[in-house]
């Protein structure tokens, strides 16, 4: 069984900016455009320490956009956005890059590097920008290759790995830097089955270990199984938001219900 204390060490759960009370994020009539489009209209929404919100809708509804929004990738428009007691709006250098130290996000594509073992992809961000003595790098890749089952495949490369295992040690290159918050846009869309299977369980496993997570996805059953919110995201805005059960029980509107019985 694997602790909290696994994620993290001891004294570093907490980044300054982030106050144990309140939302860790805290959105507040969020516009995004692009152009003419209005892409997110009006978007309100908090997230609890220790939630996991599953971000549903269809394609073009604004959900990747509304989580890049939530890690500075996107500049916004209009409304207010907190998270880890950030002030995301505010995009001097010092205040991204402490930003994105509390909070870590992956992606479809698993982005790592062909030419380094699974180990130095981990250890790269660590000694580099963290500072760490590369022992101590290497100690923290261990931690996060057993959290994500990979303790094997240390040394080798990301073509000697499946696509589930990539994932895998994309999510553990994330976790190495202790994040508070973890991002995941359809993490699993590019796998098969079995693969999004292991995914989904690391994923399972962080939710029961603590962490604070945002997932958008097409898994609706692990949605309505794991998370704690579902949010269903239609035409840019918040349509329904709620427990799961509740939600997929009883559709307030025709349009979550269509996207349901569609099977999307
Ligand atoms: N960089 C961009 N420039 C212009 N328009 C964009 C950009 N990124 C997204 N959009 C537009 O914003 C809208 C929402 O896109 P977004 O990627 O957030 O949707 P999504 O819900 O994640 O869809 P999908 O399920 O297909 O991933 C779409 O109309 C898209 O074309
Ligand atoms: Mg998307």
Known sequence: ???????????????????????VVAVQDLVKRFGQ???????????????????????????????????????????????????????????????????????????LFPHLTVERNITLALTSVKKLAKAEACEVARRVLALVGLSDKAQSYPEQLSGGQSQRVAIARSLALSPQLMLFDEVTSALDPELTGEVLKVMEDLKRQGMTMVLVTHEMAFARRVADVVVFMHQGRVWEIGPPEELFTRPRTAEFAQFISSGL
């Open 1 to 23: 069984m694997l602790v909290a204390t696994d994620l993290a060490p001891a004294g570093t759960r907490r980044a300054a900016g982030t106050t144990a009370a309140g939302p």
């Open 37 to 111: 489009n209005t892409v997110l209209d009006g978007v309100s929404l908090d997230i609890q320490r220790g939630q996991m919100v599953a971000i549903v809708g269809r394609s073009g509804s604004g959900k990747s956009t509304l989580l890049r929004c939530m890690n500075a990738l996107e500049t916004v428009e209009g409304g207010a956005l907190r998270v880890c007691g950030h002030d995301v709006g505010q995009r001097d250098k010092l205040a991204l890059r402490e930003l994105r130290r509390d909070v870590g996000i992956v992606f479809q594509s698993y982005n």
